[in-house]
């Protein structure tokens, strides 16, 4: 799986909107972007993917840039328990799926 | 529907001893994912299996891990001789689909194991 490139860390403030981004400038036509979450002792929880149009669900949305070089994951209305490590992985080989070090992403009341 | 079950939660062995790991998947999975994580650190990919196969183990250390997936019951992830290096949390996940890379995984709550 291609290489993606996230900032460490991230602080949001309670019920504001927070925009995580990641790069992926190796991507390929097939490489499907996935974001997962893992809360505090706890196993990783699917977020969203897609492969080129932004999507929505009651998660999240995900806005992917027209090169397909670059993806936000946008969380409309942060609340604590968003407070997690979110990574965001490149989707080719249909068995490993490779976390880097993710997002840790602080919500602040 | 009950999510990908991982039991036991927590799991203390001595140095020497054998671990067991079980994962049970989502009702309709028949694919299934083993990942470590190490204290401060990313998943690792460990091995993938569908029923009574093993069909990617290129993650798995050579030696003293083992994994299945029988035909009934759940799959096991079994180190023997754990060392204090085994010390990890482990994570199941599981698919429905082969070919999976255009869908979602769905994780277990994991295994912490701590070696003594």
Known sequence: DAK??????????????????CNHSTISGTDYIHWYRQLPSQGPEYVIHGLTSNVNNRMASLAIAEDRKSSTLILHRATLRDAAVY??????????????????????? | NAGVMQNPRH???????????????????????WYRQLPEEGLKFMVYLQKENIIDESGMP??????????????????????RG???AYFCASS???????????????TRLLVL
């Open chain 2, 62 to 83: 050579k030696e003293r891990f083992s994994a299945e997936f029988p035909k009934e019951g759940p799959s096991i992830l079994r180190i023997q001789q754990v060392v």
């Open chain 2, 96 to 110: 429905p689909l082969a070919l999976d890379r255009g869908s979602r995984r769905d994780f277990g709550p994991g």
């Open chain 2, 86 to 88: 085994d010390s990890a």
């Open chain 1, 4 to 21: 993606t490139t996230q900032p460490n860390s991230m602080e949001s403030n309670e019920e504001e909107p927070v925009h995580l981004p």
């Open chain 1, 87 to 109: 990574y965001c992985i490149l989707r080719d080989n249909n068995n490993d799926m490779r976390f880097g070090a993710g997002t840790r992403l602080t919500v602040k009341p």
């Open chain 2, 11 to 33: 799991l203390v062995r001595r140095r020497g001893q054998e671990a067991r790991l079980r994962c049970s998947p989502m009702k309709g999975h028949s694919h299934v994912y």
